[in-house]
């Protein structure tokens, strides 16, 4: 059950927190409207939960804010549960608690940008296979808002160029963490040819949307580079990441998605970026009519 924090706590910003989000199913509800199931039936599905429980947590949490209830059907009217701004400030929470959950509990501790074929991670990535992208699902890029879809699309999610803001100390050191340029550089050779076949390119990194304005200048890349810096993507689809420099980076990974922002194919690992980019472009093209 969900408790108020008491009165001695009322100070405590962490325990008042605790008092709205703190329960188990509080905060697995918020995990799966972020990945875009917010209807009744959808939640008691993926939570296996019992209606009266969910019925509590949902009141609890349009209570607070933290939801909304939207109608989507009339004759009779039926309502879907979506994120308000308040709810989707929760994102960096649930990335950080799956981070650590990944690192120190399904993992050993080791801090890495790669995961091995068959980790939990590489699970969680391929299952995304035959899911859709949740809609609308926008970030911002150096012009403006941009959908992560736009027709068949392939997305690739990387942890950070050096340019134009300096990479952490010990950058080199982490696996997996170097090759961001290189493989936007790649993405650029072959987009005359994604582009030739109707496929559309998404890059994305945690970094602010004017550093990625300033390294899409200097570089020449014709496509939106996406600022997932609120880590909405990341919570929407429980993208793999690893934190460096304070900050809290995606881990390589690409992802094939056709017009009904279904995904279509998933790449994770990505330990040769090269044969990635050429697998993703032989992938969506496969997607396309002839």
């Known amino acids: 059950m969900t408790r108020e924090a008491r009165e001695r706590d009322v100070q405590c910003a962490i325990a008042q927190a605790a008092s709205v989000i703190g329960d188990w199913w509080s ?9 875009g199931h917010r209807r009744f039936e959808e939640l008691l ?6 209606r009266k429980i969910l019925t509590e947590r949902l009141r609890h949490l349009v209570g607070h804010g933290v939801l909304e209830r939207r109608p989507y059907q009339s004759g009779p009217v039926r309502h879907e549960y979506a994120l308000t701004d308040v709810g989707w ?4 929470v649930l990335i950080s608690m799956q981070d650590w959950g990944d690192r120190w509990l399904a993992g050993d501790g080791t801090l890495t940008g790669i995961a091995m074929p068959g980790t939990a991670e590489a699970r969680r990535v391929h299952a995304l296979v035959g899911t ?10 150096s012009t403006g808002l941009v959908d992560v879809v736009d027709g068949p699309t392939v997305l690739f999610t990387y942890p950070a160029t050096g340019v134009p803001s300096p990479l952490p100390p010990g950058w080199s050191e982490v696996p997996g963490a170097k090759g961001c340029t290189l493989e936007n550089r790649l993405f ?9 076949d109707g496929i559309a390119i998404r890059g ?13 200048e200097m570089e020449g890349i014709p496509f939106p580079l996406l600022s997932d810096t609120e880590l909405r993507l990341a919570a929407a689809l429980r993208l793999p990441t690893f934190r460096s420099g304070q900050l809290v980076r995606l881990k390589r990974s690409i992802l094939v998605v056709d017009e009904l922002r279904v995904v279509r194919h998933a790449i994770f690992p990505v ?3 090269p044969a990635g980019v050429t697998e993703a472009h032989e992938l969506a093209r496969a997607l396309t009519p002839s």
């Open 89 to 92: 400030a929760l994102a960096p």
């Open 45 to 50: 599905r993926e939570l296996g939960i019992s």
């Open 204 to 216: 994305v990194s945690t970094q602010r949307p004017d550093e990625q304005a300033v390294f899409a």
């Open 271 to 273: 330990l040769d970026i």
């Open 132 to 141: 859709p992208i949740p809609a609308p699902l926008q970030l911002e890029s």
């Open 188 to 196: 650029k050779e072959m987009e005359p040819a994604f582009t030739g």
């Open 27 to 35: 905060l697995l509800i918020v995990r799966e409207t972020a990945r």
